[in-house]
């Protein structure tokens, strides 16, 4: 899987409607992505990509399956950016992990409450 693979999936995953979304928000023109099918991304391109997406760019780049998720101990947990994947290694209750009825609930709730972009 290429590097503009991942980056397609790992985005639809986080809610992203388009990689032209995910590349503003990353400061990249809208179509900067788009050309990582074909040109190789600079370091600090692909580290904004990654920083957005909460993953490492070791992960972006193949090196890795594991996302290694950024997220910073004193930072909260942005739960529109949890995917189902990675629920269980990312938030409990209680210690308990939140059983696939909950995570429903949490993210029917969360839909209601647009997201800001």
């Known amino acids: 899987m290429t590097t503009f693979d991942r980056i397609k ?4 995953k986080k809610g992203y409607s388009s990689l032209r979304v995910l590349s503003e928000t990353a400061g990249l ?3 900067a992505i788009y050309q ?9 391109n692909l580290q904004a990509v990654a920083d957005v997406l909460g993953v490492s760019v070791d ?11 950024i997220q910073k101990d004193d930072e909260p947990i942005d739960l529109y950016t949890v995917t189902d994947d990675e629920r269980d290694r990312m938030i409990s209750a ?8 909950d ?3 949490i993210k029917a709730v969360l839909a209601r409450y647009p997201k800001r972009d």
């Open 36 to 44: 990582w099918r074909d040109k190789t991304p600079r370091t600090d």
């Open 29 to 31: 023109g809208p179509n």
């Open 103 to 105: 995570w429903a609930i």
């Open 59 to 69: 992960y972006l780049l193949g090196n890795t399956d594991d996302m290694h998720s």
């Open 9 to 12: 999936n790992i985005s639809k």
């Open 94 to 101: 209680n210690g308990q992990p939140i059983s696939d009825e």
